[in-house]
């Protein structure tokens, strides 16, 4: 039996954070024309990485899988091409 396994928390560097923390502030300026907190930037992104992993990780085990199977499609009909015919 598989078990399943829990998505661990994304883990940003320090400069993926800070720039990050920028584009939420640059966004709340631009579209609300509000400022942000630095505490709420942060909360704010603590929100998308909790919320938001799980979601990206499985389109991208999703986007993988479809991948996988048209290659395996491909190598079933390029084994099949090989087959000689044996009438002659």
């Known amino acids: 039996m598989r078990r399943k ?3 661990q928390q994304i883990k940003l560097s320090e400069i993926q ?3 990050l923390n920028d584009e939420i502030k640059a966004f709340y ?3 609300r024309g509000e400022e942000i907190g630095v505490i709420q930037q942060m909360q704010l992104l603590e929100l998308f990485e909790e919320k938001l992993a799980p979601i990206v990780y499985n389109k991208a085990l999703d986007d993988a899988k479809k991948w996988f199977t048209q290659m395996m499609d ?3 009909s390029d084994y ?3 087959y000689k015919n044996e009438n002659g």
């Open 74 to 76: 491909n190598l079933d």
């Open 5 to 7: 396994r829990e998505i």
């Open 17 to 19: 954070r800070e720039k």
């Open 80 to 82: 099949y091409g090989l």
């Open 29 to 31: 300026y631009d579209v």
